[in-house]
């Protein structure tokens, strides 16, 4: 069965960095697109980032653009998200999602606080 275990979160100050691991099994990786998605407090999820699976283009949502990067390794079955010059409002919990949104991680939390 499709499994997506992120990893990597955590209290980081402003301006610091960090980056989270999407582990993917149970389906072809290589043959899929992968996003991230995050939702912060009280608010709705709101997708942050697409990479496709073929030539491995990218799209960022523009309150990321510059600061995040998405990337991804076929051969470890694994897609990453490294952001720096983190702020407070990027504080949320951070979800990789399989292309067509049906499957899911367990999310993983990103603190920015000082």
């Known amino acids: 069965q499709v499994q997506l275990v992120e990893s990597g979160g955590g209290l980081v100050q402003p301006g610091g960095s960090l980056r989270l691991s999407c582990a993917a099994s149970?389906?072809?990786?290589?043959?899929?697109?992968m996003s991230w998605v995050h939702q912060a407090p009280g608010k709705g999820l709101e997708w942050v980032s697409d990479?496709?699976?073929?030539?491995?283009?990218?799209v960022y949502a523009d309150s990321v653009k510059g600061r995040f990067t998405i990337s991804r390794d076929n051969a470890k079955n694994t897609s990453y998200l490294q952001m720096n010059s983190l702020k407070s409002e990027d504080t949320a919990a951070y979800y990789c999602v399989l292309e067509g949104w049906d499957y899911w991680g367990q999310g993983t939390q990103v603190t920015v606080s000082s």
């Open positions: 149970g389906f072809t990786f290589s043959s899929y697109a």
């Open positions: 990479i496709n699976s073929g030539d491995g283009s990218t």
